[in-house]
């Protein structure tokens, strides 16, 4: 699945369990020789779907909240593409690295511009994420969220240092934004970015 120009974590196999009807059963086996792999896989499940009493009960009782799950896809990143603000903060404020690379390459700052998720950005930003960081596809952050539109998310990366100059084969955030036909983050770009900015 692609999402805005850069490729999304696909769904993680059932581990054929309901995350909120079995929470007790998955906590205590949290407690008994589980290996990390299995936490890992429940650690996601519960952060994608924004279960975050289930995702405080599992990092309590010591999941990595930067573990990854059987196709390397971590907590973080699918809290941070479906926009889960809360589970977000959990996951960072329990060691979350906010600029660790999935199996296809992206951090989680690329998810969250792609959906235009803004308040997710502030905080991955705020715990040191980087603006500038390129995913699998050499996109950034700012050409990602420009492209699909979002421009609050534009005006966040452009105020915490995204680079507007920044090219993928000779093609600028502004380029983009300009193809794609929105017109309020040209012209934040055009401000941003400044005159030299090729189009």
């Known amino acids: 699945m692609r999402s805005s120009g850069i490729v999304v974590p696909r769904s993680s196999p059932s581990i054929g369990i309901e995350m909120r009807a079995t ?46 799950n059987a196709h390397g896809e971590s907590a973080l990143e699918w809290a941070s593409f479906n926009g889960q603000t809360r589970v977000v903060a959990a996951l960072l404020g329990s060691g979350g690295d906010a600029n660790r690379r999935d199996a296809l390459g ?28 390129r995913g699998r596809n050499e996109l950034t952050p700012l050409m990602t969220a420009a492209r699909a539109g979002h421009v609050t998310a534009v005006e966040v990366l452009l105020e915490n240092g995204s680079q507007p100059h920044a090219e993928r084969k000779g093609t600028t955030a502004l380029s983009m934004a ?22």
């Open 23 to 68: 929470s007790a059963i998955v906590l205590a086996a949290l407690f008994f020789g589980v290996p990390e792999s299995v936490r890992a896989n429940v650690l996601v499940e519960a952060a994608r779907a924004g279960d975050l009493e289930s995702v405080q009960s599992h990092l309590s009782k010591g999941a990595d909240a930067n573990g990854v």
């Open 106 to 133: 992206n951090a989680p700052v690329l998810y969250a511009a792609a959906k235009g998720r803004v308040e997710v950005l502030r905080l991955l930003i705020g715990h040191g994420a980087d603006c500038n960081t």
């Open 178 to 199: 300009r193809r794609k036909g929105h017109r309020s983050i040209v012209c934040i770009l055009r401000g941003g970015a400044g005159s030299s900015v090729r189009p």
